[in-house]
Every structure is written in C-alpha cells, then in structure tokens.
C-alpha cells in the first residue's frame, strides 16, 4: 500500500433473503458486474489503462487517484450500543463524463451507500431478535457469513449486535494487486449458499481474468475449453464402450454372410462401421449442444419435450425390455453347450439360468455389478478367438459353396440385415459415456476407434466362417452352437455364458429399475418404506426373468429375435434419433451436405425399422410353426 494511505476498515455485509430487491443480492452482483466490465487489470504491472479519444494520455497508478480507492470501502462501524441511526445519503452520483468509464469515487459511494443500508438492517434484525429472546444473542446463518471481506485475523472486542464477532482489517490491498476470487464472491452473494471458508491472513494475488458464471459442462459450449480434471478421457471411454458393444452379435456373422453372399455381407459391414462413426459424431455433437444431459431422454426433452420422451419411450427403452430375451436364449444354449455330453433338453437349461439370475438380480446397486463386467468381455473375447481358431483349424470334407451374392427371400435378407444392425448397436448406453467424459466433443474419438477396432474382429470371423462353413449350417443359432464338439466347445461357451450371465444381470437391473419407474414410483400414495421396495424389486424381477425365460423357450431362434429387436430400437438409437433432435437443436449451424444427410437418415431408418419388423415377426411365424 502506497505511504499515507490509510487502510480502510473492514466491510461487515450480512445478506438477508427478506431483503428489498435493490439492495439485495442483485445489487451487489450489478455493482460487482460494473466493476468487471469498467476496470482493466495489468497482472505484471498493476497499471490502469484508460484508453479514452483525442491525444489524452494514458493513466497510471502514479497519476492516476481513482485507482488508490480501494474496491469496496466504508466509514467505521460504531461498536457500541447507541440506538443513533446514522443517516445514509441514498442519493447515486451521476455518471463520470468520461465514455464508458465510472470514476472510482462514485462507485464507491454507491458501494458504500448499499453497504450502509445493509448494515442497518443487520441492526433493526438483531434488536428485534434480542427483544423476542429476552436478551440472548443466536447468530444466524446470515450471521455467520459476515464478514465479506477478512485480510486480518480477528480482534476480540469488535462486536456488532446480534452478530458473532468481526475482524477488523485493513482494506484491500492495493488493485492489481489483491483481488477477491470471484468464484468466492459469487457464493457469498447467493443466499441459500453455506458459509464459506474466508482467509484470515491478506488476500494474495489472483490473476485477473474474466470468468465466466457456467459450469464444467457448459464452457465447452460456450466456446471454451472444459477444465482438464474430472472425468475420463476419450480412451478409456473407447475401451467402455467397446466392452458393452462387443457381444453376441458376432455370433450371427457366419449366417449372415451365408444368407447375403460374402460381397454384400461384407459391404455391409463396412457400411454400418461408417455409420457408428456418424452417430458418435451426432451424439459428440448433442452432447456438447444439451451439456445436462445424463441419459438418452434428455436429448429428447431438450428437442421435442414430452413428445420427445414419449419417442424414446417406445423405441430405445422398449429394446431395454426385450434384451432380457436375448441373453436368456443365449445363456440356455451355451449351457446345453458346456454339457453337451449330457444332451441337455432345452427347458432344463432354462430353469438353471433363471435359478443363476434370481438371486443375481437382487443386487439393485448396478455398481456391484459392473466392477465384474470385465469378466463378461474377457469371456466374450475368448468365445470369439476359440471360434476362430477352430474354424481355421477345422478340416473341410467336400465343396462349399461361396457367392457374393445370394437371396433366400426378402424376408430372410432382412432378418440378417437387422443382424447386423444389432452387431453395431448399443447407442441406447453412449450418453452415460458422454456424461462422464471431461469433453464431450471428444466422443466422436471413441466411436470411430471403438468401430474400427470392432470391425476387425467382426470381418474375420465372418469372413472366416463363412470361408469354412459355407452355406450348410443352421442359420438360426449362434456360430458357437454349429461347431465340432470338443473340450474346446466346452471352454468357448464357458466364455460366452459368463458374458452373458452378466450381461443378463446389468440389463435385467436396468429393466427392473425403469419398471418401477413407470410404475409405482409415480403413485404418491404408494409405501415407500425399504421393505416394501426390496420386496416390489423382487416381485418385478421375477417378472422380468419369468418373461424373458418364457420366450427364449418358446421362441428359440437366435439370429431372428436379435433381429427383430434391432428392427424395433437400435436403428432409431443410432441414426434416426440423432439426425432428428440434431435438426431440431442446430439445424442452421450444420452444412448443408450435413442437414441433407440428416434429412435422409431419419425417414431411411424409419422405412428400414418397419420393414425389418415386418420380416422378423413373418419368420417367426413361421419358424415356430416348423415351415422353415
């Protein structure tokens, strides 16, 4: 502080929530406002720079006395018990003539009058509550949050009424020199905010720089860069992603293939693994635009409102109450599989599996569960590299038959279409990725390495199987379940049946959990006691384990229910969806080619949905009457 200056005395502000809106909250957060838009800060040099028209020349800390004011400053406050209301000249000074800058002085006199008044009302508070108490003092929380300003430890004799005890202090130090943090300011300006932890020694330099009143979440898109700590980085959500992706849709390739032909086969995977890419760049792109968003809803609520939600209701969660089916018919299979000494029948193999699950699907915390989730993928992992191997391995007796391009019906091409479909799906799950990444921007990242890398795999065993197989094997299941049975069998679907046992159990809490949702958690009157949740979780549990073991028996075709469900949710997951809320959020800062493409996905995916649900449920049909 510059010699004979004298040090100003602390600043005591005790908010109020009943206070008048002109000297409330709102009104300091203005005056803090016009500080921050008038007054430029020199880290390096503490200097003032006026810029002002003509040949005026530029001011200096040297030259300059409106910068020796300090920030925020008032007289003394009495100490003492005199009831004498000082009396607070209301009257705001006019404006500087000086364009676009407010002296120092008459921002301070306005501080200060804002300040006085605060301080008498902190008084007529006290006195009214001292009079009510027969005398004894209790500080409020409003109390407790004085004072604003602390760059002195605390005197012991300084005392205001109805208030704990005020430091006395020196001022702020000099500006440039010493600045509040703004981010404490702006917690002290909120009324409902906790006190907060003030410094007791001098406020030491913060660099001066604007900052802007978002979230984590909103700077990105405000143009600014998300801060680096705090959720993950677009690699791990990669290998997530893939861990969740990366299932039983590979099973199909090999009939897909055979029912296609390899070229058509083929190409349709290149095709699919460019559209994931697309859509990891759709949602990178909704997840920056709807920065709040958590779950697959709110990118709906955010475009379309209710009808939105309702959209996603019956397309992306119906796909959640359908995959229990999948993973129980593919769980029976690989355990008829694992025993295949034994000759298993069907029903049997069903019950094991909905004995395994019941206890499993207590466990209501998804968090318990998906520590072990990396035993489902390493299971996954393994099937796949056996198959393959063994496929390699596998002697070849008599021609097979290859075609690039083969049709046995319209209805048949579709389910394996769909089959495919589903190989890439799983976009239902990505915004729980989004909402965990540090740039949501970034996702686009995993998509495109997460498809490539899936690709590979995919590719290969397809094509491998294809190769060795041919066109000679039952189209309906798991390549898993067409292979010689040996003691590798066995340990191929030891993999697959852990995957999917776990896989099985994470969507089955899924499905429990948004059951209740849609169900008892919206009646008011309903009991809300822990008993009576653990025991309406059990009940809707088994409803969901019952369901999805009654199907898988009496609908056992693999590669045909797997179609059927890419056909109801996974193609409006992955494109039409997107395309959609992303012309309805920033249809006019997108190209033209990139609307264009948008405009064609959704009606695209929309007549493809349709269709594949028309071929699915006919083969069906047909396949459960014996016809086919």
Known sequence: MPQGQQAAPALSITPSSQRPSLFGAAAFQKAIDVVAHYVEFSDKSSSWNGSQSGDERTETPDNNEELRTPLLQSHPVPSDDSTDTPEVDLQMPRQSSKAGVIPADQLTQQLHNLAQMDVLRQRESADASSSSNEGTETPSKDDLRAPLLLSQPAEQDT????????????GLEQLGSGLLDPSLLQQLLEDDAPPPDMPASPISHVEP????????????????????????????TMFVMVAEMFGLGILTLPA??????????????????????????????????????????????ASLGKHGRWLVYSTVYLVIFLDPIIFHLTATQSLQQIFYQKNVPLWVAGLAVSAIMLPLSQLQDIGDVSLVSILGTLGMLTSVVIATLKLLMMEVKGPRQHEAVHSDGFNVACVALMDIVFTFGGQQNWMRYIGGMRKKSDFKYSAAVGSVFMTTFYVILGGVGYWKLGRDFDHSKPITGVLPEDMWTSVMNVGLFVHC???????LNVWTDLALDFTTRRNPHANKSPGSQKLLWLVTSCVGIAFAASMAYVLPFFSTIMGLIAAIGDLSAAYALPALFCLCLMRHEMPRWEQALCYLLVPLSVLLSALGIYASVYQLILQAAGRV
């Not at 205001?160 to 202090?169: E, I, M, N, R, T």
């Not at 296609?260 to 994931?276: N, S």
């Not at 046992?501 to 969507?507: P, R, T």
Request: with cysteine; net charge negative.
């Open 159 to 170: 005392q205001l009424h109805g208030s704990p005890k005020v430091a006395a202090a020196n």
């Open 209 to 236: 720089v604007a900052v802007p009143l978002i979230g984590n979440h909103d700077m990105e898109s405000a143009g600014q860069p998300a801060p680096k700590s705090g959720g993950s980085g677009w690699i791990l």
């Open 256 to 301: 897909d293939f055979a029912r296609l032909g390899w070229a058509i086969g083929l190409g349709l995977v290149l095709l699919f693994c460019l559209g994931t890419m697309y859509s990891g760049l759709l949602f990178s792109q909704l997840g920056s635009k709807v920065p709040h968003a958590r779950v697959y809803e709110d990118f709906a609520a």
């Open 501 to 507: 046992i776990i896989a099985y159990q994470i969507d």
